[in-house]
């Protein structure tokens, strides 16, 4: 009979949080990015409507975000003007056409988005205290830093190409 050293058990905890830490910072970028401008497009901020034109950056943070795109949207063809008839007779008067104001979203729709809102917030508070714990409280401080700023460069690289 050999006696042999009982084996250690795998220490299945250990090795998920150092999963979880090398995938959240490889991540958190995008997290960042996606409930940031997610959190603009609850009111559509990066869409124009009457009376308001969205900053450019927003227009390229929402393609982004919807299409992986980072460029402005080009713009429509505006369709042919119809001939303009000269023969009318010049006493007809035009009534300058108003159009009918938006009825006001329903309650529920403006409750849902402010807590879509709070909650887009309350994950970019969230993901930034993940990376802040990965990056300086982790023992793998080190490989933790890499892998976040690969989670910053890749994404760009990927948009270059």
Known sequence: MTDTAPRKPIAWPMLIRQAHLFLG??????????????GLQIFRLQESHEGYTPPPILEKLGRMHMDQVYALKKPKAQPAAAPVETAAPAT?????????????PPLSKLLLQWFFTLVAVGLVLSTL??????AMVSRSRVTARWLLLAGFVLPVLMLLV
């Open 25 to 38: 910072m490889i991540i958190a970028p995008s997290i960042l990015l996606f409930a940031i401008t997610g």
């Open 129 to 134: 205290l993940g990376m802040w714990m990965g």
């Open 92 to 104: 007809v008067a035009v009534e300058a056409i108003r159009p009918e104001p938006k009825p006001a």
